[in-house]
């Protein structure tokens, strides 16, 4: 047996009420009287003289009729319709992502959306279905669609708030696809509106009601945390911080940098409304170590007051030149920082000693595991159809990308060259008209940057930007500088690790204490962890080794809490909040909860007249 | 205590006893009576007999008719007038108590009997007061108890208007107690009179037992009986309100009730009902039924109720 209402059973308490009514004894006065025979008569007379007597007016029959008429009323279970027009089919999805968690709303935001989406299952009629979706870092279907309120209501009460950010478009591309073809369906989004872009969803005539919660934008967040060797003197690292204020008052704060829990420095520091602040830290590191930046001011949003990073010490690069002999290369090579240089002319095994290889214009006979910089060479494992090109002319070059960083190629010539089709797995740095002359990109795991000419037969070695394309290489393809940037994963995105062995178990200690055993496939070669929904510090356990990493807020979007009045579908379409109230509320309770006021009232006016 | 003012003393005295019935006393007295004798009313002729006293014949007659008859007058005999006092326990209650204004009627009564040369008893129920059943230990309690019994004693027969100031000191003396048996009061004091007369019961007839077999004696014998039921205030319009346990005062049985001012209206409906069926047996049997709050006034009473009534005129 279900019931549709089972709150209703805490009315049950009044019957214990009840019964304590009837257990308090009268207590009556002794009277000494002449006589009692009038007595007698006037009780035989009033208690049962006729089946029925002349209605009289008494108040108490009145109170009984009022009573009554309540409960009646409260089992006809009467309701206002409302101006929202009757949906056949609601899809709720309820935010559940870190701005969510602010608390300019009691308790929470996220707690206040969810009240208001339980409200709207208490008006769903009986015939009307909901399906409730929670959106956070990824779209979760808590309840396929159904009409069973109390299942809904279970629903909603095991949505949980993370710290990620919200990604609405993969849940709003799933409600879409629920509501096509439905007349009468309805999207309620119960949002802050902290939301990105989503320009996918211009002009698809979303049937989209936006519920908005939340009040003020009290917040200061670090938005951006990195931690790098300071550039003039190595022994030391240097924490970068941006401490973006998005209030409307300038706020002032105590930001500490913590190494493993342990209080390097602090600082005080002012932000101006909408400004950002950026912080610079230096400390001495001994041994890797998680650094954490700390916000201690009071805002709304408690979950990107701190930011986390772990910092691995620098360790030497060990790079293997394989070369008949270029001496620009291995100049540049040399003049990057804490680089190891092999030189050799052919390769015999898969370079696993190395950190990365270097093939000037030698194709090796074991080609190498590791990430390669191959220069001139052919490896039909990589690319297709590969030709000759004569004095390519460089006409366009990708200097966002980290390998061109500050490096142009103007001037820069080139004799003749190998090109290919730009491969899936691979962008192109520098094209020419016919063909990419650079290509780069991550082939499994493994980092790949392939130039199409010796750099002999050009001018490149001879120009500013060649060295600093070499350094850039060399930041690029050092493996460690991949785990570290591996280390640190946004709220909800999955933690991942190259497994150098197989595997069958690992445990994970979550920033909350709890720890969690996960189950590795022996056959996979990475390492997958993807219950990331909270900031902080997270400790794997995978095998011998002990790994830690650090689950980050870090998003100006989602640290902006201010509560959007309108959500902007693409350039041209909005959607305004609504201020539409749930439909065919329901008054039942309501009327229940009167007709007990007037069985109490009735039951104190029955005890005062006989006094 | 004075009974009763002397403004209503001189009132009082113009009144008497009317009797709808001749009376039946066999001592001679101020009263018309079926019995012939000497008197100064002429009642009827009968046919003279031998042996007749010659002074009684009809002399004027025998001339016209040559006949001899004889002229008959009334006898005047006096009435007795019995005054069933009740002093119970009952009667205790009420403010003013109900048997101080029981006793100012019986003074009243026995004041306008007494002035019209007719023989009073009072006789007040239960026989003997309660106190001296239970407790005769002390002296002065012993003492009262003695007075009071001496004064019970004179209440049985009073005769004479010099006799007044005794009688009402005797009244003053009476003290009320115990349980009272209407019924058996009655009957007793019907059986005991020689002769029946004007019977007056003073009660609150608040009896468990009834009235009824009592005034049917009482009737049965000849007595042409008027009732003066004397009910306190608070039994007309209670005032204590709430969840009461009543004990009763004679009986000691106990009734729970849960009374408010809501159930008054009900409560006099059955006070009512209850005077009403003795009204109605009253009037079946030709007695004569007073009631009267002992707040009443006892001019009122006395003045007015009686006297419309043509129990005295």
């Known amino acids: ?611 | 205590m004075a009974l009763l003012t002397p403004e209503l003393l001189r009132r009082l005295e113009q009144f008497q006893l009317l009797a709808a019935r001749r009376a039946k006393s066999s001592a001679k007295g101020e009263r018309r009576s079926r019995a012939r004798g000497q008197s100064v009313e002429f009642a009827d002729y009968r046919t003279y007999v031998h042996g007749d006293d010659f002074r009684y014949l009809d002399w004027n007659l025998y001339g016209r008719l040559e006949r001899l008859f004889l002229k008959l007058y009334e006898e005047e005999r006096e009435l007795p007038v019995r005054i069933f006092l009740d002093a119970s326990e009952s009667m205790t209650f009420g403010e003013p108590r109900k048997f101080d204004f029981a006793r100012q009627v019986a003074a009243a009564i026995g004041y306008v009997a007494l002035s019209g040369f007719d023989r009073v008893s009072v006789i007040p129920f239960p026989n003997a007061p309660a106190n001296a059943e239970t407790d005769g230990g002390r002296s002065e309690e012993s003492a009262m108890t003695t007075r009071e019994l001496a004064a019970r004693g004179a209440l049985r027969s009073v005769r004479g208007k010099k006799s007044t100031m005794e009688f009402f000191q005797n009244l003053t003396a009476l003290t009320a107690g115990g349980a009272a048996n209407l019924n058996e009061s009655l009957r007793r004091g019907a059986l005991e009179a020689r002769q029946a007369g004007v019977a007056v019961v003073l009660s609150d007839f608040l009896d468990p037992a009834g009235y009824e077999t009592g005034l049917t004696a009482l009737v049965g014998r000849g007595f042409q009986v008027d009732l003066v039921q004397i009910l306190a205030p608070e039994e007309l319009s209670p005032t204590t309100f709430g969840d009461l346990r009543l004990v009763d005062s004679e009986t000691g049985g106990m009734q729970e009730v849960t009374f408010g001012r809501y159930r008054m209206k009900a409560y006099q409906q059955t006070l009512q009902n209850f005077i009403q069926r003795m009204r109605e047996f009253c009037q079946g049997r030709g007695i004569n039924f007073f009631t009267a709050s002992s707040k009443t006034p006892l001019e009122e009473l006395l003045l007015r109720q009686l006297r419309q009534a043509e129990v005295w005129g």
């Open chain 1, 1 to 611: 047996m279900n019931f549709l209402a089972p709150a209703g059973f805490a009315f049950a308490a009044s019957i214990p009420v009840v019964i304590l009514f009837y257990l308090l004894k009268r207590k009556r006065v002794v009277k000494l009287v002449s006589s009692t025979l009038l007595w007698q008569q006037f009780l035989a007379e009033t208690q049962a003289s006729a089946p029925f007597q002349k209605l009289k007016k008494n108040w108490l029959l009145i109170l009984q009729i009022i009573l009554l008429i309540f409960v009646v009323l409260a089992l006809a279970r009467p309701f206002f319709a409302s101006k929202s027009k009757p949906a056949e089919l609601r899809v709720v999805i309820l935010d559940a992502s870190g701005s969510m968690q602010a608390t300019d709303e009691t308790p929470t935001r996220f707690e206040k959306a969810r009240a208001e989406a339980l409200k709207w299952v208490d008006g769903l009629k009986d015939n009307d279905q909901m399906v409730i979706l929670q959106a956070g870092a990824n779209t979760e279907v808590r309840q396929s669609a159904t009409s069973e309120k109390a299942a809904l209501r279970r629903a909603l009460q095991a949505c949980t708030c993370s710290d990620s950010p919200t990604r609405l478009v993969p849940a709003l591309r799933m409600a879409e696809s629920l509501v096509r073809d439905r007349r009468n369906a309805e999207i309620h989004l119960f949002s802050d509106g902290a939301v990105p872009e989503l320009k996918e969803f211009e002009n698809r005539a979303l049937p989209l009601v936006y519920h908005r919660v939340g009040k003020d934008s009290n917040n200061l967040g670090i938005t951006a945390l990195d931690a790098r060797a300071n550039p003039e003197n190595a022994r030391q690292r240097a924490i970068y911080a941006s401490v973006a204020n998005f209030s409307t008052n300038s706020k002032s704060t105590e930001l500490e940098l913590l190494l493993d829990d342990h209080l390097l420095e602090t600082r005080s520091l002012t932000v101006g409304p909408g400004e950002t602040s950026p912080q610079v830290f230096l400390a001495a590191q001994a041994r890797d170590g998680v650094f954490t930046v700390r916000s201690t001011a009071k805002d709304d949003l408690a979950a990107d007051n701190q930011a986390s990073i772990v910092s691995l010490l620098p360790k030497p690069v060990k790079v293997l030149l394989v070369s008949r002999g270029n001496r620009l290369l291995e100049k540049a090579l040399r003049s990057a920082a804490d680089v190891e240089l092999t030189t050799a002319t052919d390769m015999a095994d898969a370079g696993t000693a190395f950190d990365f290889i270097v093939l000037d214009d030698v194709a090796p006979a074991i080609w190498p595991k590791g990430n390669v910089l191959a220069i001139h060479v052919v490896n039909t494992n990589w690319l297709e159809s590969v030709s000759h090109v004569d004095a390519p002319p460089i006409v366009d070059w990708k200097s966002a990308h980290p390998l061109l960083r500050y490096a142009s190629f103007d001037n820069v010539q080139v004799m003749q060259s190998l090109t290919a089709k730009t491969p899936t797995w691979a962008v192109s740095l520098v094209d020419a008209p016919q063909a990419p002359l650079i290509l780069a990109g991550e082939l499994g795991r493994q980092r790949i940057i392939w130039i199409g000419f010796d750099t002999l037969e050009s001018n490149w070695p001879l120009r500013v930007s060649f060295p600093i394309f070499i350094a850039n290489a060399v930041e690029w393809l050092n493996p460690a500088n991949a785990k570290s940037s591996q280390l640190l994963v946004k709220a909800g995105d999955a933690f991942r690790l190259a497994l150098a062995r197989p595997e069958t178990g690992a445990q994970v200690t979550l920033p909350s204490g709890v720890t969690k055993n996960v189950v590795v496939d022996p056959a996979a070669n990475e390492f997958v962890f993807g219950d990331t929904y909270n900031q902080g510090v997270y400790r794997l356990k995978l095998g011998t080794n002990d790994t830690v990493f650090c689950v980050d807020l870090l998003d100006a979007a989602e640290s902006n809490i201010k509560p959007r009045d309108e959500l902007s579908l693409g350039q041209y379409t909005k959607v305004s909040a609504t201020t539409m109230q749930r439909s065919n509320m329901e008054l039942w309770r309501t009327i229940a909860s009167l007709g007990l006021v007037v069985l109490l009232i009735e039951w104190w006016y029955y005890h005062r007249r006989t006094v």
